[in-house]
């Protein structure tokens, strides 16, 4: 058994509209994580490579105005529902819900004000940290009013993340960790030369506006075949209408293996540094980004540089997008008296 992981608050800034947000450290013999109490985010992992030396694998940024300034979820917990809803609108007993539009007319990562927006309230537990919101009935649009909990606990090299949520109303949520990952290092510059292996027969192809067709269809014979590892730009730029449609990576795969249970859901290499990380999650799902979007030169992040196109990859364990819009999908909808849980480990190594 790892030894505890030892664990430090302090303050890290105060928001525009004055409330205080802490930043917790933990740390163990191989990782140090840290995580702020606005959007409950991980701000930085510092992992070792081969010869020991230790690298933030995260993008991100050193001061709360980074994170309250316009940038792409870095690290945050996103919700009330993470990903896509169709058209900001879906039904729940034959009554159709509306919530903001924000991403080319549909609804992303909860709406205006999702959950990385708001500031958690935090408390140490063992090894970690218990993040807690209360989500009021209507907030940008959803029912119910929903507490969620998001607890990170440090074991060794193995990040964990136990997510919670009770309603007092039927609802729709899909809460996820959108981290931003450089395996050299964040700053370091392109992902393309690192290795992904994702654990999925199939993939829910999008349409022109990246909503999911409703298909699930087979990986086998194109890019999306990540069963074996590929560097992330072998066939990022292949002449696919699905990798057009998204610029390159930013697609739903199909895990394998009954959700609900821990599996290894992907594996990350960078061969230079030997650095590696494995994604286990309950989830049905995992969404593989290859930062198609970042602007080159738009944002500086915590080490002076700049973070441009492909200089990061996020694996976000999740539900399927449009769930709610999805009926052969599996369900988002969590009703009074239920306890959503999932788990998802992010666990750092490195490959000799």
Not at 96 to 121: A, C, E, Y
Request: hydrophobic residues 35%.
């Amino acid at each position: 058994m790892a030894a505890h992981a030892g664990v430090t608050k302090a303050p890290f800034g105060t928001t525009k509209d004055g409330k205080a947000v802490d930043i917790y450290t933990l740390s163990s013999a191989d990782l140090q994580v840290k995580i702020i109490t606005y959007g409950a985010r991980i701000q930085s992992v510092m992992a070792p490579d081969r010869p020991g030396k230790r690298a933030d694998v995260v993008l991100g940024f050193s001061t709360l105005a980074g994170y309250e300034g316009d940038n792409p979820y870095f690290g945050a917990v996103v919700g009330r529902y993470g990903n896509r809803i169709a058209k900001g609108a879906f039904s729940i007993d034959g009554k159709t819900f509306h919530v903001p539009i924000n991403n080319n007319g549909q609804s992303l990562h909860g709406g205006l004000v999702g959950f990385d927006k708001l500031v958690w309230s935090g408390k140490e537990v063992a090894d970690g940290v218990d993040m807690t919101l209360v989500s009021p009935d209507g907030d940008q649009g959803y029912p119910g009013t929903l507490t969620a909990h998001v607890r990170y606990t440090l074991h060794g090299h193995d990040l964990r993340i136990d997510y919670s949520a009770t309603t007092d109303k039927p609802t729709v949520t899909n809460l996820t960790n959108h981290s931003y990952f450089n395996l050299a290092g964040e700053g370091s510059g392109s992902v393309l030369k690192q290795t992904i292996t994702i654990n999925a027969d199939r993939y829910t192809p999008v349409d022109a506006v990246q909503i999911p067709t409703g298909k699930l269809e087979s990986v086998a014979g194109t890019p999306f075949d990540l069963r074996t590892p590929h560097a992330i730009g072998e066939q990022i730029d292949a002449d696919n209408e699905q990798l057009k449609l998204g610029k390159g990576y930013d697609h739903n795969w199909v895990l394998n293996g009954p959700a609900g249970t821990l599996k290894v859901a992907a594996v990350a290499t960078d061969p230079a540094s030997g650095r590696t990380l494995t994604v286990s999650t309950t989830q049905p799902g995992v969404q593989f980004y290859t930062g198609n979007f970042l602007v080159d030169g738009a944002i500086t992040g915590k080490s002076g540089k700049t973070y441009d196109q492909r200089n990061a990859f996020c694996l976000e364990a999740q539900h399927y997008p449009d769930s709610p819009n999805q009926p052969a999908f599996p369900s988002t909808l969590l009703k009074p008296g239920e306890t959503l849980h999932t788990t998802t480990v992010f666990a750092f190594g490195v490959q000799k």
